[in-house]
T-cell receptor, first 118, second 113 residues
C-alpha cells in the first residue's frame, strides 16, 4: 500500500504570493490533518479534514486554509505569504471513522513540503 | 489546553547500549493516547510506539518500550540495544480526540559507534 504522498517536496515563493500544497492519503484513509514544523515553534496543528469537512482547526490566521476532496485528497493554501511561513508542512492520514469516540488509529505522515518564502 | 514537554533537547548513546528519553504532559482529560514518533533526516515522521491511557500495562515494540506513569503524567521511551539507525529526532505526542496531536519540542538522539 502506498504511503502518504505530498507534493511538491520543495517550494520557493516570494512574500505576498500564495501557495497550494497537496496531500494524497493512504488508500482508504478518510482523515487528513496538516501540521507546520518550524525550528522556533516546533510542530503545530493546522487543521483536520474528515469526509470533506473540516473537523478541527488550530490557531492559525485565516490566510491558512484547506479543503478535502471526495477521494480524500487534501490541499492546503496559504495566501499573502510572509517570511514566517517558511516551514516544513506535514500531512498525515489515519483510518479512523467519524464520531466522538477516540480512535487509536495512528497517524501516518508524508515526507512533507519544504516551503521557503523570500 | 494540553501541553507536552520534553526536557532533553539532545541525548547520545553508545551503540548497543540503552537510553531513556523523557516526556511529561499536562491534561485534565482521562481518556487519551500517547505516542512516540521519530523523525530521521528524511523528514518523515514514523510512529515508534503508542500507549492508551486507560491501559495499565506499558507498551512494548521490540527494542522500544515505555514507562507510563499516569498519575505523574510521565511517558518516557526506553530504547534497548541502540542501533545506528535509531539516530533521529524523537517527538512525544498527546492525542485526545480526532487527529489532533500535540507534540513536545523533540529530543535529538545521537548513536555513537
Amino acid at each position: 500500500k502506498a504511503g502518504v504522498t505530498q507534493t511538491p517536496r520543495y517550494l520557493i515563493k516570494t512574500r505576498g504570493q500564495q501557495v497550494t500544497l497537496s496531500c494524497s492519503p493512504i488508500s482508504g484513509h478518510r482523515s487528513v490533518s496538516w501540521y507546520q514544523q518550524t525550528p522556533g515553534q516546533g510542530l503545530q496543528f493546522l487543521f483536520e479534514y474528515f469526509s470533506e469537512t473540516q473537523r478541527n482547526k488550530g490557531n492559525f490566521p485565516g490566510r491558512f486554509s484547506g479543503r478535502q476532496f471526495s477521494n480524500s485528497r487534501s490541499e492546503m493554501n496559504v495566501s499573502t505569504l510572509e517570511l514566517g511561513d517558511s516551514a516544513l508542512y506535514l500531512c498525515a492520514s489515519s483510518s479512523e471513522t467519524g464520531g466522538r469516540r477516540i480512535r487509536n488509529s495512528p497517524l501516518h505522515f508524508g515526507n512533507g513540503t519544504r516551503l521557503t518564502v523570500t | 489546553a494540553q501541553t507536552v514537554t520534553q526536557s532533553q533537547p539532545e541525548m547520545s548513546v553508545q551503540e548497543a547500549e540503552t537510553v531513556t528519553l523523557s516526556c511529561t504532559y499536562d491534561t485534565s482529560e482521562s481518556d487519551y493516547y500517547l505516542f512516540w514518533y521519530k523523525q530521521p533526516p528524511s523528514r518523515q515522521m514514523i510512529l515508534v510506539i503508542r500507549q492508551e491511557a486507560y491501559k495499565q500495562q506499558n507498551a512494548t515494540e521490540n527494542r522500544f518500550s515505555v514507562n507510563f506513569q499516569k498519575a505523574a503524567k510521565s511517558f518516557s521511551l526506553k530504547i534497548s540495544d541502540s542501533q545506528l539507525g535509531d539516530a533521529a529526532m524523537y517527538f512525544c505526542a498527546y492525542r485526545s480526540s480526532g487527529s489532533r496531536l500535540t507534540f513536545g519540542e523533540g529530543t535529538q538522539l545521537t548513536v555513537n559507534p
